[in-house]
C-alpha cells in the first residue's frame, strides 16, 4: 500500500495589516535600512506624480488644488505650502492617537521638495493627449507610491495617517476614507481659487481603490524589534530571562 503523497504547504498570504509604531519602536524594528529605502523611494514617487498631475494641464490633486491656491496668495512654491499645511494636519491626528513616525516627518519635508523638483525638470503638457497621459500615469503613480511607503511601517504622512486613522477608527476600508477626504479637500481648494480639472476628479476617485489594491502586496510585516530576541529565545526553550523585557504579543 502507497503512502499518501504529502499535502503540500498552503501559500502564505500577502500581509495586509499595519501596525502602529511608536517612533521609538520604529528606531527597533526589523530591516530596518530596507524600510529606509522603501520609504523614501514611495516619497520620491509620491511628490513626483504629483507633479505630474500639476504639469498635466488638467488640474491638480485635491490637496494641491488646495496647496496652489495658498502658494498663489502668498507667494510660494506649491512644495513650500505642502509642508506647511503637512504640519498643520498632524495636529488632528491627536484625537485619531495616530503615532508619529520616521516616515511622517519624512513625508513633511521630503514630499513637498519633491513636488519642487518634480515642477522644475517635468515640462507642462503641450496638447490635450499628453496632458491626459501625464494625468493617468500620474494617479497610479501615486497610489503604488503612497502604498509603498505605507508599507514601510515607519509611519504614515500627515494625510495618509488621515486616512488610515479614520479607517481604523471607523472600520472602514482605506479606500473610500481616501475617497471622502479628498472630495472635502477638493471642495476647499476649490473655493479658493486652486486649479480643478478632469484630473482633479480623477485623483480623487481613483486614488483610493489604487492604494487599497495595492497596499496588501507591498507591506513589509513586523517580525520583531531588536533588543526582544534573547526573550524570544528564553520563550521558546521554557525560561524567560527577567532582565530583558518581553517581545512585542
Known amino acids: 500500500m502507497s503512502a499518501p ?3 503540500p504547504a498552503p501559500v502564505p498570504a500577502p500581509a495586509s495589516e499595519l501596525s502602529n509604531l511608536s ?4 528606531l527597533r524594528v526589523d530591516r530596518l535600512p530596507l524600510r529606509l529605502l522603501q520609504m523614501m523611494v514611495g516619497l520620491s514617487g509620491f511628490g513626483f506624480s504629483l ?10 490633486a485635491p490637496w494641491d488644488v ?22 498643520v494636519v498632524l495636529l488632528l491626528w491627536i484625537p485619531l492617537q495616530e503615532q508619529v513616525g520616521i516616515g511622517t ?47 514601510a511601517q515607519l509611519g504614515p504622512g500627515a494625510r495618509d495617517g488621515l486616512m488610515t486613522g479614520l479607517s481604523r477608527r471607523l472600520g472602514r476600508p482605506v479606500g473610500p476614507v481616501r475617497i471622502v477626504l479628498e472630495i472635502l479637500v ?26 487599497q489594491l495595492a497596499l496588501p502586496y507591498v507591506i513589509m510585516p513586523v517580525r520583531g524589534l531588536r533588543g526582544s530576541e534573547r526573550s524570544e529565545r528564553g520563550t521558546a526553550q521554557g525560561r524567560t530571562d527577567p532582565d530583558v523585557p518581553a517581545g512585542p504579543a
Open 51 to 60: 507633479a505630474m498631475l500639476l504639469r498635466s494641464g488638467l488640474g491638480g
Open 66 to 87: 488646495l496647496h496652489a491656491a495658498l502658494a498663489d496668495r502668498a507667494g510660494l512654491s506649491v512644495g513650500t505650502l505642502s509642508i506647511a499645511v503637512s504640519f
Open 105 to 151: 516627518i519624512a513625508n513633511a519635508v521630503w514630499v513637498g521638495v519633491s513636488i519642487d523638483l518634480g515642477m522644475l525638470v517635468l515640462p507642462a503638457a503641450p496638447n490635450l493627449n499628453a496632458g491626459i497621459l501625464l494625468a493617468v500615469t500620474g494617479v497610479v503613480i501615486n497610489g503604488v507610491s503612497a502604498a509603498v511607503y505605507i508599507g
Open 186 to 211: 477638493l471642495g476647499t481648494g476649490w473655493l479658493l481659487g486652486g486649479p480643478v480639472g478632469a484630473g482633479t476628479f480623477l485623483y480623487a476617485v481613483g486614488l483610493g481603490p489604487v492604494i
Open 5 to 7: 503523497s504529502p499535502t
Open 23 to 26: 517612533f521609538r519602536d520604529q
